[in-house]
């Protein structure tokens, strides 16, 4: 059989139209070149990357690239399939990209070892889709912004749609972005609420939970007897420190159920991962980016998610655009709140606000700054601030541009007074 | 300073942390279970023509590659195929020195590189000649992968053998942009630890409260006399108890029933909560306040576990009876007498004093440990009836117990057939009706076995497989039997949806595609996961899956 029939099946799906591909689209040649010459990229090389990596591969994609920041651990081993005992220490991005480019041939995979925000505009510009693979809401919102910020009305090509794939457990979902014309990652932000803290006086005063105890050994008792030591969650010395806290605090309160095991998944904030959902989960955000690179078939509108633990359950539906988003969106978004509490209360109330989760807000009405961070002069002219109550500070109403460190853009917010 | 803390620093072993992530889940008895297990994939049935290899089975190599990941004892691969071109273009466990060679011999050998706990064998005899030559071939599985289409005869051997020995059997197929797979699990397959959401199994007791939980409850009788903080972290269950008690002396004895009556009594715990402390209002009282409407139920069995209760198996129980059924028994026994499961005895995290809360709790877990002792004289008791001894491990008893509520039992069906029962032959017309269903893309799958099988037989050429014609008047036939009970043919719009889905299979000519076979493999190692931890809740008993769309469904056929 002749070598120019690797790719048999899949070029017979591109080079003839199916019952549901749109009239219009041309199939042969020219998709198939088309789909040769799209430059993608893949943000993460972990459980859903190196799937990823491995399935646009698969799918006829020639120019892959590949970022990631993180190395190799031994607890990537149960699921990131491109990577060995002895790859442990080694930086992801490098060791997926070598082993899908010497496995697939022909196939041109460019990995690059650090942070989405060490790129700019013009990098991500290269690049005709992008495949995001991250564990991160922080990350996630940082490209989407970015993304979303590129879009030139006038020029078409800078509207690169953006895939993204997220799991926990037996549980996933696939969403496809079109920048600034379909629902975005921020629009769907409180879809994706973080676990609720727990209050820091039950930490400090009243633990009632072993994860209690863990808080205060990592949080509270490190601060106090090994400040000059910075808390590495990856120092096994380290852990064992806290666990052991932890436990003697669990002892003094009569509260069982510290683990080694719970310790490290409180500290690092473990999220359980199996190798069948990344599967799941990446061939589906992939599939959506052959179809939206060949046309051979309609791509998903917008949304679908997955629940694996009660047989097989998927959900698929549109995902609203919202006019108030602080990314896609033309109007504030509305956040009520009581104006008697303090813009030090409000801040903490933006951290875990399921549409905010801003952790380290500046904050600014049209005339003045109420808070501001960064430089430190202004940051000692304007904390007074914090301690006065948001009525004596905004009108009921009046909008806030909120700024954070982690993202690019300003959040602007009207604030409704209870 | 590390002297200080020496058992720390042993932490947990290279095998804990390789599989950290996923022991979150299923924990060290489902791992074991997993590291017990081997997996046979049949992933292919020979050649189908001249030409074409038949099938690629990429999901099933998918499938094992999530399966060997997390370390399941073994597996083999039986698959007479040559590797060729194609191959390459769709399998990722197979490289271009693997052109020409047994594709079993390749693809485990590659598949053995992810994780060297793992034993992996292979065989490239088709499986019928396997299963004549070793008898004992097919008991040394836990379960069987099948990738299809394979030979109709082929299909029902393994099926009716696997079935014999109570082996679960997983049979796919991914073409182009659609998937299928059902599960054909043994006859009665239970499963204990179902792991539903934690909200839906709390069980607090709040209206029949045993004595132990009545007397704490009856301490703060002081409630008024309380300072601020003590008043602010009284536990919202106590709280609870405490009002309805004081609601009761108002209301006959009668605790709120309906939602009227909730919403007052509602009320009332609101309006007892203090509001001139400096917060403007008590959390306990807020946690009180919404758990209302929730916990303030009577104790109903769910109507599953009533099903289970009066199956045969539970009533009729006979010396080779599961530890199971005895439990099940058991627990019925129970329930007669208490009109309750056992407790699960776990207590929510609420607004309260350390000390407190582990009273409290302690109140709820000693419950449950009495509970779970009774039920374990009554297991005893059974199995020195049945002439049994002791078999029954208490471990099992109390992991029953704590998941008693939310226990299943599946009752195992067969690998559906396009010639099916009647009940399942109403099912498809059912479905048929329904313009979203996507039953239209199983059949179509149906066609395309009966179009391999005629390849695979003689009976059509290669090019059967993209044969409008053949697939049309397959169809009819199909559609034929689907109808033959009943009052009217199936109409021309769900023959259209038929044609439409057959279309899009004859566009790859039987081919699949990567993504599509990657992600059928990520859902079929699921159910293989479920299946052999026996834990969380396999497919019942057919999953279709449309990539054109992205969305799946679940069928019982």
């Known amino acids: 059989m002749a070598a120019g029939d690797r790719w048999k099946y899949l070029y017979k799906a591109l080079s003839k139209s199916g019952p549901f591909s749109d009239p219009d689209w041309v199939p042969g040649e020219e998709t198939i070149k088309s789909l040769e010459e799209s430059k993608i990229l893949v943000i993460g090389a972990g459980g859903l990357g190196c799937e990823i990596l491995k399935n646009l591969a698969l799918s006829g994609f020639k120019d892959i690239h590949v970022i990631d920041m993180d190395t190799i651990d031994i607890s990537n081993l149960n699921r990131q399939f491109l990577f060995r005992h002895s790859d442990i220490g080694k930086p992801k991005a490098e060791v997926a990209a070598a082993f899908v480019e010497k496995r697939v041939k022909g196939v041109k995979i460019t990995p690059f070892v650090g942070k989405i925000q060490d ?8 690049f005709k889709i992008v495949v995001c693979g991250l564990d991160s809401i922080e990350a996630r919102r940082w490209i989407n912004s970015t993304l979303v910020g590129m879009v030139d009305m006038d020029n078409p090509e800078s509207l690169k749609p953006l895939i993204d794939g997220g799991t926990e457990g037996f549980k996933g979902q696939a969403r496809v972005i079109l920048p600034s014309l379909t629902s975005c990652i921020e629009c769907q932000l409180d879809m994706h609420a973080p676990r609720p803290a727990v209050p820091l006086c039950t930490i400090a005063t009243i633990p009632r939970q072993p994860q209690h105890c863990i808080e205060w050994a990592h949080q509270i008792a490190w601060q106090d007897k090994r400040k000059d030591d910075s808390f590495d969650s990856d120092d096994m010395e380290h852990i064992g420190w806290v666990y052991n806290t932890a436990l003697e605090r669990a002892n003094e309160f009569n509260i069982s159920g510290v683990t080694f095991q719970m310790t490290q998944g409180v500290v690092k904030n473990i999220i359980p991962a199996i190798a069948s959902t990344n599967a799941v989960i990446a061939a589906a955000t992939t599939s959506e980016a052959l179809k939206i690179a060949t046309s051979c078939n309609p791509f998903l509108e917008n949304y679908m998610m997955y629940a694996g633990e009660e047989g097989v359950y998927t959900y698929t539906f549109e995902a609203e655009k919202k006019t108030d988003c602080p990314v896609c969106g033309s109007l504030a978004r509305k956040i009520t709140v009581n104006p008697d509490v303090t813009l030090e209360e409000f801040i903490e109330i933006l951290g875990e606000q399921p549409e905010a989760q801003l952790k380290k807000p500046s904050l600014r009405t049209e005339e003045t700054t109420l808070y501001q961070r960064f430089p430190p002069q202004l940051e000692e002219q304007t904390k007074s601030n ?33 | ?31 074991q279970a997993l590291e ?19 099938v690629s089975g990429v999901v099933g190599v998918e499938t094992l590659k999530n399966l060997v990941l997390p370390g399941i004892g073994g597996f083999t691969i039986v698959d007479p195929a040559v590797v060729t071109e194609p191959d390459l273009g769709a399998n990722f466990f197979l490289e271009d020195e693997s052109l020409g060679k047994s594709r079993a011999e390749e693809t485990c050998r590659l598949l053995k590189e992810l994780n060297p706990d793992v034993e992996g064998n292979s065989c490239t005899k088709p499986i019928a000649e396997i299963l004549q030559e070793e008898p004992e071939f097919l008991s040394q599985h836990k379960l069987i992968l099948i990738s299809g289409p394979i030979k109709r005869s082929s299909l029902q051997s393994l099926c009716s053998a696997a079935k014999t020995l109570g082996i679960p059997v997983l049979y796919t197929r991914s073409v182009g942009f659609f998937s299928t797979f059902s599960l054909q699990l043994p006859a009665v397959f239970p499963i204990v630890e179902t792991h539903p959401d934690p909200e839906s199994t709390q069980d607090l007791r709040l209206l029949g409260p045993w004595p132990e939980l ?13 300072d601020d903080h003590q008043h602010g972290h009284v536990p919202y269950v106590l709280l609870l108890l405490y009002y309805l008690e004081k609601w009761k002396e108002t209301h006959n004895g009668n605790v709120p029933s309906n939602y009227k009556e909730k919403s007052e009594f509602r009320e009332f715990v609101r309006s007892s909560a203090r509001t001139d402390n400096p917060q403007g209002g008590e959390e306990n009282y807020d946690e009180a306040i919404a758990a ?21 198996e539970c009533s009729q129980l006979t010396p080779n009876s599961a530890n199971f059924w005895i439990i099940v028994s058991a627990v019925r026994e129970f329930h007669q007498q208490h009109q309750v499961l056992p407790l699960p005895g776990l207590l929510p995290d609420m607004k309260a004093q350390s000390a407190d809360y582990v009273s409290l709790q302690n109140i709820y877990k000693t419950k449950a440990r009495k509970d779970i002792a009774e039920v374990t004289e009554t297991v005893r008791r059974i199995e020195s009836q049945l002439g049994q001894s002791a078999s029954v491990s208490d471990k099992d008893i109390e992991v029953f117990c704590k998941n008693a509520s939310h226990i299943q039992v599946i009752r195992g069906r067969d690998i559906p057939q396009p010639d099916g029962d009647a009940q399942s032959l109403k099912r498809l017309r059912i479905e048929l009706g329904n313009d979203e269903s996507l039953i239209s893309i199983f059949l179509a799958f149906q066609i395309l076995d009966i179009v391999v099988t005629g390849i695979q037989e003689g009976k059509y050429p290669e090019g059967a497989l993209d044969d409008e014609s053949l697939w049309s008047s397959e169809l009819d036939r199909i559609l034929g039997v689907i ?8 109409d021309d719009e769900a023959r ?3 044609l439409e889905a057959a279309r899009e299979l004859r566009r790859t000519e039987g081919g699949d595609l990567h993504n599509i076979s990657s992600l059928t493999g990520g859902l079929v190692a699921q159910e293989a996961l479920k299946v052999l931890t026996r834990q969380y809740v396999p497919l019942d008993n057919t999953c279709i899956f449309n990539g054109i769309r992205s969305n799946s469904a679940m069928y019982k056929l």
Request: no cysteine; proline share 4%.
């Open chain 1, 119 to 126: 790129k700019d505009e013009d990098y991500y510009l290269q």
């Open chain 1, 386 to 418: 914090l301690k006065l109550k948001l009525r004596d500070l905004v009108a009921d109403g009046q909008e806030v541009a909120v700024s954070d460190p982690a993202y690019t853009i300003d959040f602007r917010f009207q604030l409704i007074f209870t």
């Open chain 2, 1 to 31: 300073m590390t002297s200080e803390f020496p058992h720390a620093l042993t932490g947990p072993s290279s095998k804990e942390r390789r599989y950290d992530r996923q022991l979150r889940l299923w924990a060290a008895s489902g791992q």
């Open chain 2, 36 to 54: 017990e297990s081997r997996v046979l994939l049949v992933n292919s049935d020979g050649p189908w023509g001249n030409q074409s290899t038949g």
């Open chain 2, 214 to 226: 009545a007397v704490a409850a009856a301490s703060i009788s002081n409630l008024d006399s309380l």
């Open chain 2, 292 to 312: 209302v409407l929730k916990s303030l139920n009577p104790f109903s069995l769910r109507s599953s576990t009533r099903d289970i209760f009066e199956m045969e």
């Open chain 2, 483 to 490: 109808a033959s009970d009943a009052s009217a043919p199936v």
């Open chain 2, 496 to 498: 259209n949806r038929i």
